[in-house]
């Protein structure tokens, strides 16, 4: 209740929060109908903005297959964007010790990014002929380029400084990016963790770069291997391992439907980005997000 009293006056006035009581004396009013007069905008267009966001696709032809290329494209930023904003969430809540209040956000996250996979399937049209149409026009604009999916990599630990670089001149675009890079990524925060559980871990695991990819340890897999011995209701440890096996999957999951939608519409033709396109993205498939949680399962 707090936080949503603290948020309310940053919406719009056509959005006026009301009580139970208020909303039954409506229903009785509109003889159970809905409400179809209002003195402002409408109050649902005034909390999701659904009229700007439906003014924001501007295709670049008139090829009517463009429009689902653009906002499906358009979807993913946005789920990218929330779940940027679970995993946020999980990680104040693991720096917390809270565990049990951080399976939550973890597991919205794989949910929004099983939603964030579906969005492929609205692509599954698209032949090269069809991609051809309107390609050129986009120019160097690149998924590549999405500083979003950056934030969303650089979280779940897989870290290439080398790849903030597109938006130097987007400067607080590049700082955001930058601090992304600069603090514990999801995986750093988790071993923390395990540190303060008791576990055995290296100092210099604890106290490295974390700017810099982190790199499989044996004895963090020793670790988990440990926790998931323990299939006991209170191991909230476990539980963790599989929350965030969920999101590692799913987005595994993202990265392979990338890679089979620029097989299906390019082929092997160099990246709109400047990359060698497929081949640059099957050669990413390599880094593995939490590398120790699925190493473990060898030894369980």
């Known amino acids: 209740m707090e936080q949503t009293e603290l948020r309310a006056p940053a919406l719009t006035a056509a959005v006026r929060p009301i009580t139970p009581q208020q909303r039954a004396a409506t229903a009785a009013r509109n003889g159970g109908g809905p409400t179809l007069e209002f003195a402002e905008q409408v109050p649902y267009d005034a909390y999701t903005h659904a009229s700007t966001l439906h003014r924001l696709q501007q295709p670049l032809s008139d090829d009517p297959g463009e429009m689902s290329f653009l906002m499906v494209s358009q979807i993913m930023e946005l789920y990218f964007g929330l779940t940027r904003h679970e995993l946020i969430e999980a990680q104040r809540l693991l720096r917390a010790d809270q565990v049990w209040e951080a399976l939550a956000p973890l597991r919205r996250a794989g949910l929004h990014l099983e939603g964030l996979n579906a969005a492929w399937r609205g692509l599954r049209w698209m032949t090269p002929a069809d991609f051809n149409r309107f390609r050129d026009l986009l120019g160097d604009a690149s998924g590549f380029q999405s500083a979003m999916y ?131 993205l099957q050669r990413s498939m390599a880094r593995v997000v939490f590398p120790e949680l699925w190493s473990a399962r060898t030894n369980m």
């Open 150 to 280: 950056r934030h969303l990599e650089f979280l779940l630990g897989l870290r290439d400084p080398a790849l903030i670089r597109p938006f130097r001149r987007q400067t607080e675009v590049y700082a955001e990016l930058g601090a992304t890079l600069a603090a514990p990524s999801l995986w750093d925060d988790v071993i923390a963790l395990l540190a303060r559980r008791g576990f055995d871990l290296p100092a210099e695991l604890l106290s490295r770069d974390v700017s810099v990819e982190h790199q499989p340890e044996p004895q963090v897999e020793a670790a988990w291997v440990r926790i998931y011995a323990d299939s006991g209701p209170e191991n909230d440890l476990r539980l963790l391992g599989e929350a965030l096996t969920e999101v590692a999957e799913q987005f595994g999951d993202w990265r392979w439907q990338h890679v089979k939608a620029v097989q299906r519409t390019m082929g092997a033709k160099v990246g709109s980005g400047g990359s060698a396109g497929l081949a640059w």
